[in-house]
């Protein structure tokens, strides 16, 4: 992939993955077809920063990890939840935000394979 083109995707995705893992997903752009470029700027990814809203307005109803596909931990939140007098909703929060990175950066992965 040109060095034009991975500019463009990392512009587009730098504040929605991990920062360590920026090097890493450059590296993998540049060892991509430039078809990819269209496949990768329309992947729908999830916004960390509306994950965290989702997490402090919602998060008692475990809306923020069925948002993020856990579905299991979404589940065993709304139902147990309630034993840790929201001090799982508060950790959450912050898990909620790197998890939310993380997955991105997994779809981005993928479609560049």
């Known amino acids: 992939m040109t060095n034009e083109k991975i500019a463009i995707v990392m512009s587009r995705i730098s504040d929605k993955i991990p920062s360590q893992d920026i090097a890493m997903v450059r590296q993998a752009l540049q060892a991509a077809s430039d078809e990819c470029v269209v496949d990768i ?3 729908p990814l999830k916004s ?11 998060g008692g109803l ?3 990890r069925f948002y993020l596909g ?4 979404g589940i065993a939140k709304l139902l147990l939840g309630w034993l840790t007098l929201g001090i799982w909703n508060f950790v959450d929060i912050f898990l909620c935000y790197k998890k939310a990175k993380v997955v991105n950066r997994n779809k981005i992965l993928s479609a560049i394979a």
């Open 41 to 43: 700027t329309s992947l």
């Open 48 to 58: 960390p920063g509306g994950c965290v809203a989702l997490s402090l307005f919602l």
């Open 62 to 64: 475990s809306i923020d």
């Open 70 to 73: 856990d579905i299991g931990i």
